[in-house]
C-alpha cells in the first residue's frame, strides 16, 4: 500500500513542532518529481521518519518545538535530500522503461512483420530487408534504440546495476534515449502506412487489412507509452 | 564519522543492521549509531536515498506497513541480499586483516636498505 498519509494521531504534540515538521516536508516536495503516487510514498516514509525522530528527541527530554528542530537537523537538506530520492526513482523508471521496449520490442516487429509477409507473400527475412529498404531511418532507431534499452534496463536496477555503478542519471538518459527511438520508428511506421495506404515495399497490395490495423494499433499503444516514459524519465532526471 | 569516510562501506552496514530482521529507515538508522557506539552518526537523511538503491540492487525489498498510528515502510533482507552480506563480510576480514597486520607492527619494521 502506498500509505494514507499522516493522520492527526501520528503528529507530535504541539502546534510548533507541527508546522517545524510540515515545512520541511513542504521543502521536501518541492523538491519531488515523478508519479503523485511515487512522491505520496516517499513523503509518508520521511514523515514516518520524522516523527521517529521527534518522539526519539522527546524522550531524551527535549520539548516538541525543539525535538521538531532537531529531527528536520537530523534529516538534512530537505532539497539535497529529494534530489538523492528522485535520483533512486530515475534508475528504478530507467530500469522498467528498458525493460518495457525490450519486451514489446520483438512483438511490435514481430506484428509489423506477419502483417506485411501475409500480404506480399515474402519470407520474413526478405520482409525485413524490404522493411529496411522502405524506412532507412530504421536502421538508426535499432541501431540506437536496442542497445539503449537493454543498458537501461541493467544499469537502472537489479544485480548489474551496483556492480556497474552507472549513474542513475546516465541510465535515464539512455531509457529517454531508447523511448525516442521507439517513439520514431513507431510514428515512421504508421505514417508510412497511413502515406501509402497499406501499400508495402514488396507487395504490390493496397488498402486496409485486419493484420495490418492490428499491427497500427499496437505501434500506436507502444508510442503512447514510449512517449509518457521518456517524458516522465526526462523529468526525473532533471530533478535529480 | 562522516558519510564520506564510510564510502564504500554504508551498504555492507545496512544490510547488517537488517539481519536480524525488517526494519524501518529510522530504526535502521538508530541501529547503525548503537550499533557502533556512536561512531557512525550519519546525518538520516543519508539512510534513505541509501535503502533505496539498496532496493533498486534487489538486495533489500521494502513493504508498507501500519505503524503507530500512520503509514511505515520497512525493509528487509532478500536472498541476494543475504548473499551481498556474506561477500562483503568476507570482504570486509580479509582487508582488515592485512590493514591490521601492517598498521600494528609499530617499530617492528624491518630498516630500509
Known amino acids: ?240 | 564519522m562522516r558519510a564520506e569516510v564510510l564510502k564504500g562501506h554504508l551498504d555492507g552496514l545496512l544490510l547488517a543492521t537488517l539481519e536480524a530482521g525488517p526494519r524501518h529507515g529510522y530504526a535502521v538508522m538508530e541501529a547503525l549509531r548503537e550499533g557502533s557506539g556512536g561512531t557512525f552518526d550519519l546525518p538520516t537523511g543519508t539512510v534513505y536515498p541509501a535503502l533505496h538503491r539498496l532496493e533498486r540492487a534487489g538486495l533489500v525489498a521494502g513493504a508498507w506497513s501500519e505503524g503507530p498510528g500512520r503509514a511505515r515502510r520497512t525493509y528487509r533482507l532478500t536472498a541476494a541480499g543475504v548473499r551481498a552480506l556474506a561477500e562483503q563480510r568476507a570482504t570486509w576480514q580479509e582487508f582488515s586483516t592485512a590493514v591490521s597486520a601492517l598498521l600494528d607492527r609499530g617499530g617492528t619494521w624491518p630498516a630500509p636498505a
Not at chain 1, 513542504?26 to 510514498?41: F, H, K, M, N, P
Not at chain 1, 516514509?45 to 516523527?51: P, R, S, T, V
Not at chain 1, 521527534?54 to 531524551?60: F, G, S, V
Not at chain 1, 520474413?124 to 530504421?138: E, H, K, T, Y
Open chain 1, 1 to 240: 500500500m502506498a500509505g494514507p498519509g499522516v493522520s492527526a494521531r501520528s503528529q507530535p504534540a504541539g502546534q510548533d513542532a507541527a508546522r517545524v515538521l510540515g515545512a520541511y516536508q513542504a521543502a521536501l516536495a518541492a523538491g519531488l518529481a515523478g508519479s503523485r503516487r511515487a512522491r505520496t510514498a516517499i513523503l509518508v516514509e520521511i514523515a514516518d521518519g520524522l516523527l521517529e525522530a521527534t518522539q526519539a528527541h522527546q524522550d531524551r527530554g527535549l520539548t516538541a518545538r525543539a525535538a521538531a528542530e532537531a529531527a528536520v537537523a537530523e534529516f538534512g537538506d530537505p532539497g539535497e535530500l529529494a534530489r538523492l530520492l528522485v535520483a533512486e526513482q530515475a534508475g528504478a523508471a530507467a530500469h522498467r522503461v528498458g525493460l518495457g521496449l525490450v519486451l514489446t520490442g520483438p512483438v511490435v516487429g514481430g506484428v509489423w512483420l506477419a502483417a506485411w509477409a501475409s500480404r506480399t507473400g515474402l519470407g520474413w527475412l526478405d520482409q525485413i530487408g524490404a522493411l529496411l529498404s522502405q524506412f532507412p531511418v530504421f536502421v538508426v532507431v535499432l541501431g540506437l534504440g536496442v542497445p539503449a534499452a537493454v543498458l537501461a534496463t541493467i544499469a537502472g536496477a537489479g544485480p548489474l546495476a551496483r556492480r556497474l555503478a552507472v549513474p542513475p542519471r546516465r541510465a535515464a538518459a539512455l531509457a529517454v534515449l531508447a523511448a525516442c527511438a521507439a517513439v520514431v520508428g513507431d510514428g515512421t511506421l504508421l505514417t508510412g502506412i497511413a502515406v501509402t495506404g497499406g501499400a508495402v515495399t514488396g507487395g504490390a497490395a493496397t488498402g486496409w487489412s485486419w493484420p495490418l490495423i492490428a499491427a497500427a494499433a499496437v505501434s500506436l499503444s507502444r508510442l503512447t507509452a514510449a512517449g509518457t516514459a521518456a517524458h516522465r524519465c526526462a523529468r526525473l532526471r532533471a530533478a535529480s
